[in-house]
């Protein structure tokens, strides 16, 4: 099937209490990862490119890989989404270049302005078939070249909810309930804890309406261990354990985002294959076993976190 939008994923997603994985894409092994997991699965996906992503590798190669990857999964709807769109002009290239949905990320503007732009952002996509992601509230952490200090970072005022989409016409909401992006989302000793009363909040505001989770890696132990075992140094990196967001995703989220599992699945294993196999030098001696890597991680987060295996 050809590249879709988000509409009818979040839909089903909503309506059967799951959610759809939405994982950042910067390269081929990356997609294949990824897609071979979902297809094998039979799960619906998101392919996301950040402004980063196009900067490394190319808007038109990404493109093409995505649609590389759907033409190999037949039996998945597959969504090529924009991450973290800073401006109506990239959303509109992207929209023009191809992808199915884009996010307009104004949660750093003034509120008057991120309606402004997220409306003429919806206005544009809506013309050619495209969903629409905006944010409300800001989450702490490392996107793209912005980096956001956790004082600096608030969460969603659910009162303000229901007026932004109403006015903005955007398809489905990023909110901030204590999900940050990068691998240290917790300080060492502290307990990991999700707003879930403001999502509770929101959903009520917004009945039936997909809510995005950003920064929902679980940084995954086991590969922590690996990164440090052989040689790198990630000490304390937390991430927002399974369950929460397995109930989140039972909740109004239809909408999980996952960049950091994916390079620290890679990095784990390539730093291993690198010190177990000190002479080898073809990549794709070790760039085979980080794609094989990417797709377990994926595999376990369809099973365990998303819900959204067989729902195809
Ligand atoms: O939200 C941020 C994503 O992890 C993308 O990261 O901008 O470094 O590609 P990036
Ligand atoms: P993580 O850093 O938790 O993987 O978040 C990724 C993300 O939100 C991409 O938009
Ligand atoms: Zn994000």
Redesign the pocket.
């Known amino acids: 099937m050809p590249l879709v939008n988000t509409k009818e994923m979040f839909k089903k997603a909503y309506e059967g209490g799951y959610a759809i994985g939405?994982f950042?894409v910067n390269n081929m092994e990356i997609v294949q990862g990824i897609t071979e997991a979902c297809e094998e699965l039979k799960a619906p996906v998101i392919l996301?490119v950040?402004a980063g992503a196009r900067k490394y590798a190319n808007h038109t190669y990404l493109v093409k890989l995505v649609e590389a990857a759907v033409k190999e999964c037949p039996d998945i709807p597959i969504a090529l989404h924009l991450?973290?769109g800073a401006s109506y002009d990239i959303c509109k290239s992207c929209i023009d270049g191809g992808f199915t949905s884009v996010m307009f990320d104004g949660s750093s503007l003034p509120y008057e302005e991120n309606i402004e732009v997220a409306s003429r952002v919806a206005e544009y996509a809506h013309k050619y078939g495209v969903t629409v992601e905006a944010e409300l509230g800001q989450?702490a952490?490392v996107?793209d070249e912005v980096s956001v200090e956790a004082d600096k970072a608030h969460f969603t005022d659910p009162d303000q909810v229901q007026d932004f989409v109403t006015r903005t016409g955007v398809d489905s909401l990023a909110i901030a309930i204590g999900?940050?992006?990068?691998?240290y989302?917790f300080k060492p000793g502290q307990k990991p804890q999700l707003r879930f009363d403001i999502l509770q909040e929101v959903a009520n505001r917004l009945p039936g309406f997909p809510i995005v989770l950003?920064?929902?890696?679980s940084?995954i132990q086991e590969h922590v261990k690996m990164v440090n075992q052989y040689g790198g140094q990630m000490p304390d990196a937390i991430?927002?354990p399974e369950e929460m967001l397995r109930k989140a995703a039972t909740m109004a989220v239809c909408k999980i985002?996952?960049?950091?599992?994916?390079r620290l699945a890679m990095t784990a294993t390539i730093r291993k294959y690198f010190a177990e196999n000190p002479s080898h030098f073809d990549p794709r001696q070790y760039l085979g076993p980080a794609r094989t890597a990417v797709k377990d991680m994926v595999a376990h987060k369809i099973n365990v976190v998303l819900g959204c295996a067989g729902k195809a």
């Open positions: 939405a950042n996301q950040s991450d973290h989450l952490g996107e999900t940050s992006h990068g691998a989302k950003h920064g929902a890696s940084v991430g927002i985002n996952i960049d950091s599992d994916i």
